[in-house]
């Protein structure tokens, strides 16, 4: 009687297995994100950290591209570089000086700034922007002050932010809870210029795993490498994919995106 029971009852369950949808894409948490990055450039894959700053800064230009195509032309672009801290085994900024250097290279005027000092391949990432024609710029809260003979504020701060046509939001991977100075002077700036604002991979202030956690500012657009934070599953704005260096057969049973061949990123649909 078990058995025959157990005949008919498996045919139903495997019929109500497969009517499940199946996931469309994979959000990881900060934890799984650094060690996908760890695992990339790895014995196992093999990449160097030069490698996947390229791949996904190149993603980054080309949407922006795409951007500039669909929309108001974006001639001035500036790019905000900050530094991961917290044991981080890659950093944004990576990906922001390599997309920085992909659009100077195509004669968009280009501005960087740099917020802290420089390792080795940031270095040479700035290095290079600078060779295509980007501009510069360090202790960039001191030079304002400097120039204009006031007190920095989120205001002043956000005037010179709104004379580009798009700020990019390359500051950090990792939560930060309590920023300080100069990123704090930065997100509050990005409240006031939202609307123009990229963010990769996470917006400065949000929280890898819980989003806007602290209720900070909120971009216009937000662009994921390799795989998106489940920070912003719940993001609202126009959300694409792209650095398209996860294997499709991968160690991890991750869900990658439905890329086109010849697309270099992935726009993700509500």
Same mark, same amino acid.
């Given at each position: ?5 157990? !005949? ?22 900060? !934890? ?38 669909? +929309? ?11 530094? %991961? ?25 280009? %501005? ?26 360090? +202790? ?22 709104? +004379? ?98 010849? +697309? ?7």
């Amino acid at each position: 009687m078990l058995i025959f029971f157990l !005949t008919f009852l498996n045919p139903l369950l495997a019929q109500d297995q497969a009517s499940l949808p199946a996931p469309t894409l994979s959000y990881l948490r900060g !934890t799984e994100f650094q060690h996908l990055m760890e695992s990339l450039i790895g014995k196992q894959y093999g990449y160097t950290k030069a490698q996947l700053a390229e791949m996904g800064g190149q993603s980054v230009a080309e949407y922006i591209l795409y951007l500039s195509r669909i +929309d108001v032309p974006l001639k001035r672009v500036i790019f905000i570089i900050g530094q %991961d801290f917290s044991g981080s085994s890659y950093q944004n900024g990576y990906f922001g000086l390599a997309a920085a250097r992909y659009l100077a290279q195509r004669k968009v005027e280009v %501005d960087v700034v740099l917020l802290y000092p420089n390792d080795p391949l940031r270095s040479r990432l700035a290095m290079q922007c600078k060779s295509h024609s980007a501009t510069l710029h360090f +202790d960039i809260l001191q030079n304002l002050q400097e120039q204009l003979n006031v007190q920095m504020t989120k205001n002043i701060l956000a005037n010179w932010l709104n +004379d580009y046509d798009l700020v990019v939001d390359a500051i950090s991977l990792t939560s930060i809870e309590q920023p300080k100075t100069p990123v704090r002077e930065f997100m509050h700036a990005f409240s006031e210029v939202s609307k123009k604002v990229l963010a990769i991979n996470l917006p400065v202030g949000w929280h890898t795993d819980n989003g806007n956690l602290y209720n900070v500012y909120v971009p216009q657009f937000v662009i994921s490498l390799g795989l998106p934070l489940k920070g912003i599953k719940e993001f609202e704005g126009q959300h694409a994919i792209g650095g398209r260096y996860i294997p499709q057969t991968n160690t991890f049973n991750y869900v990658l995106p439905k890329y086109k061949i010849e +697309d270099s990123f992935h726009l993700l649909q509500k």
